[in-house]
């Protein structure tokens, strides 16, 4: 099963791809939520993600600086 990892940190995105995949899960890797927003956006994209409580560059509020959803 596909999974998104939108994580900024490249040690943290490695670990977390490597446990994925340890896990039996296909990661998709992005580093901010810009790009997480378009993969979630394509036909087949990953029924589960992985991401940031803040994270940063993304629609709709999430890079609010509150740390939290909108």
Do not use: H, Y
Not at 26 to 44: E, F, L, N, R, S
Request: net charge positive; charged share 20%.
């Amino acid at each position: 099963m596909k999974i998104l990892i939108a994580e900024d940190d490249l040690t943290s995105r490695n670990i977390l791809a490597a446990m994925s995949k340890k896990w039996g899960f296909d990661p998709v890797i992005v580093k901010d939520g810009i790009a997480a927003w378009q993969v979630m956006q394509q036909a087949g994209a990953p029924p589960l993600a992985e991401t940031e409580a803040r994270a940063r560059a993304a629609p709709g509020g999430f890079g609010n600086g509150r740390g939290c959803l909108p």
